[in-house]
């Protein structure tokens, strides 16, 4: 069993993240996170939407940090046990065997999030609530995802995850900022969401104002935001949020973003982001790049 804590592998073209200790890229490269959105027009109800979120008064904030703040994962084989889970949302749950274990790392807190990647098959295993219960496992909720397939989850099912979307492939990880490029969408989280979600999300879980952003909303970090007083290291995140942008998956603190659980985060750059104002983003209208609804697959004109 391998941490998500590793020296990463490296894809054959820019923007297919590899996963550290696996070959597993994170969905395709025509995948919508993987997509580049810094010449998509403005979402029409960005403004709308950014009020909402008390952008005016919101700086960013990234939920990670030293030395064990953030989301785990696991790499696991299939030589890996694999166990049957009892789901409280079983309608919306995906009924197999998932590889989990009583070492299997669980986020701290009330999500009890545990994100595991079989490398020899390069399936994506997320659980909500996750408790190993001495060996008779319970979760809220388990989505299971092939990492080489651009399908989604049913329309209006959830995952681990309000919006119905997979984890793992949001989170800002250390070996990516070590490496100077992070080549997809990252995942945040606001107060206040829509009874309804854009593609790709497939599940929403607000309140029937329309002011508020749904599941899926994309923002960008303005191109005019200048970067030059940053360091290295938080320049490598604010242009992953020009380029890819962030992907709103889950109701929570406003302007709060993810990445993975790494002691070699440092509380300095953080604190760089933590500086970085909500009134310089924009959403993002990404529906032109949308190839089929129930795919993941963008064409982006």
Known sequence: MASGVATPGSGDRPNDPVLPNTHCELFPADNIWNTRIDDLPVHPMSKVWLRAMKAPSMN??????????????????????????????ADESDHVRYPL???????LGSDRHALIVNKDTCTLYELY???WNHGRPTAGSGAVWDLSSNALRPDGWTSADAAGLPIL???VRFDEVKM???DHAIRFTTELTRDAHLWPARHDAGSANRRYPPMGARFRLK???DLSGFSPKARVVLRAMKRYGL?????GANWYFQGTQDPRWTNHVLDELKTVPASAFEAVDVSSCRVDPDSGEARCP
Do not use: M
Request: proline share 13%; hydrophobic share 35%; net charge positive.
């Open 60 to 89: 960013l904030h990234p939920d990670f940090g030293p030395p064990a703040y953030g989301l785990p994962f696991d790499v696991v084989t299939n030589r890996h046990r694999t166990v049957r889970i009892r789901f409280r949302y």
């Open 101 to 107: 274990g009583p070492r299997t790392p669980i986020e």
């Open 247 to 251: 992907i709103l998956a889950d109701n």
């Open 169 to 171: 492939p949001g989170l």
């Open 180 to 182: 100077g490029s992070i």
């Open 223 to 225: 191109a005019s935001f």
């Open 129 to 131: 609530g996750a408790r």
